[in-house]
């Protein structure tokens, strides 16, 4: 038992040994802090839409609406199974049955892909008396490849200042020994480091006919790197 505890004692003093050689050895090295930045701003090409039904408001059963609903979107090009999700769907099922309450409305996700057919959606609701619709998020198909873009600019551009930095004291950068990606201070629902605005305004052409316009969606990102300087 006595020779299990000295063995761990051992190890442990080893550990702590080994811990603080790696830190002094990174603080006696030479080096260059700086940070890259990058954006790149993209046009959405997923608008999600969402509608609320209600009985109160159509005086008709939940269920006639939500079929007058699915008739209208499929008539209006909208792929049903694919494209339109039912929201909380979980805890209205679980009140329904438990008898605890009556769902008396229904929340619906429909995914667009462009400004034309979101206006379609919004002239055909408003022909079923449906006014409960917005725009609740806009994203890309491809946002993680445009993420792994913009990071790789960021880090680029740190290495090129570091280069220019280096030069003026007559160095020059070696490798790499420290990455880090900085969060941005404001969250949003894409990522906790990327910077992503999205938003969307309606104008009115001479003919009177609402033309939707959104904003681009930004991508920003912050990388620090330390170098070896040489």
């Known amino acids: 038992m006595k020779t299990i505890t ?48 209600n009985e109160k408001d159509s005086r008709v059963p939940l269920e006639d609406v939500e079929s007058e609903l699915f008739d209208k979107l499929k008539e209006i090009g909208i792929d049903i199974d694919k494209d339109v999700a039912i929201l909380d769907a ?26 034309e057919m979101l206006m379609k959606i919004f002239r055909g609701l408003e022909d079923l008396n449906i006014s409960r619709v917005s725009i609740d998020r806009l994203d890309h198909s491809q946002m993680e490849k445009f993420r792994g873009e913009v990071k790789i600019s960021a880090i680029k551009a740190a290495k090129e200042k570091a280069q220019l930095l280096a030069e003026a004291i007559d160095q020059s950068i070696g490798k790499a ?22 938003a969307s305004s309606i104008r009115y052409e001479k003919k009177g006919l609402p033309q939707v316009e ?6 920003q990102y912050k990388i620090m790197v330390k170098f070896k300087l040489e």
């Open 6 to 53: 000295s063995i761990g004692i051992f190890l442990l003093i080893a550990t702590i040994s080994f811990t603080q050689s790696l830190e002094k050895n990174f603080i006696d090295e030479n080096y260059i802090q700086v940070t890259g930045s990058a954006e790149l701003e993209i046009a959405p090409d997923e608008i999600y839409v969402k509608v609320v039904i």
């Open 90 to 115: 979980v805890n209205n099922l679980k009140r329904y049955l438990l008898r605890l309450s009556v769902v008396s409305n229904r929340e619906y996700q429909i995914l667009v892909k462009d400004a």
């Open 177 to 198: 020994i420290h990455v880090e990606e900085i969060e941005n201070d404001c969250p949003n629902r894409y990522s906790n480091s990327a910077n992503i605005i999205g």
């Open 214 to 219: 959104f904003e681009r969606i930004k991508i």
